[in-house]
């Protein structure tokens, strides 16, 4: 099925209101002109304001948690959805990326490389589904529903924010929609026709997509 989309006309934040230091998102003053990056939405007043992007289910949410899995016992964290340069991709871990520098008797240190070493063609890579949700690909696997899309998704670099958006299908960026779980909303992209949890696209709620730039080393295995 493919959609025949019309924009959403959903209110993005125009400005961040003030919050606390440790729910505030720093602003780089020197950043790589096309980082790997987490996302952080930004809607004043709301639910979703500072919520952080988790990749679950292959779909990807405001709250809750990311979902990962790392058939070894030296993995990463796996608790951070982190967006490959262009947001196109998710970084992954692979098994390349894993050294043993010192072995002491039983114990042995593993040291994982920098995230640049990490960052693999041909990852999970991220799409827009045929109901408009933002969702990722298995490992391993290219396959997408057929209606979907990788077109319209960016990186757009700014000041004082960075911002991840959609543009294709007509749409302005992301909204976020309720879901069952009332700590997680579901993304999906702007667009009025989208399929939603709760089969009412008018208690969805736009959102600017705040991309931070990652510095840390390899975030998660795989995401599941």
């Not at 959403?8 to 230091?21: D, E, V, W, Y």
């Not at 008797?105 to 991220?126: A, C, E, F």
């Not at 969702?135 to 700014?158: C, E, I, K, N, R």
């Amino acid at each position: 099925m493919k959609l025949t989309v019309a924009s959403l006309a959903l209110p993005l934040l125009a400005s961040a209101a003030p919050a606390p230091a440790s729910s505030a998102p720093a602003a780089a003053s020197s950043a790589p002109a096309n980082p790997p990056f987490t996302v952080m939405a930004a809607r004043s007043g709301s639910p979703i304001h500072y919520q952080k992007l988790n990749a679950a289910g292959e779909k990807f949410y405001l709250g809750g948690k990311t979902s990962s899995y790392c058939p070894n016992e030296n993995c990463p964290p796996g608790n951070q959805t982190v967006f490959a340069p262009g947001g196109k991709s998710l970084v992954r871990f692979t098994a390349a990326t894993v050294h043993s520098t010192k072995t002491r008797g039983k114990n042995r240190t593993v040291t994982l490389t920098t995230l640049q070493d990490v960052v693999v063609p041909g990852g999970q890579q991220v799409y827009i589904d045929n109901t408009g949700a933002l969702s990722f690909t298995q490992a391993h696997s290219a396959a997408m529903p057929p209606g979907s899309t990788v077109d319209g998704l960016s990186y757009v670099p700014g000041k004082p924010w960075n911002h991840y958006t959609f543009n294709g299908w007509g749409a302005n960026g992301f909204m976020a929609c309720p879901t069952d779980d009332q700590n997680r909303w579901q993304v999906f992209a702007a667009i009025k026709n989208a399929t939603v949890p709760k089969q009412d696209v008018s208690k969805c709620l736009g959102f600017s997509a705040m991309a931070l730039t990652y510095t840390g080393e390899a975030a998660a295995w795989q995401y599941a």
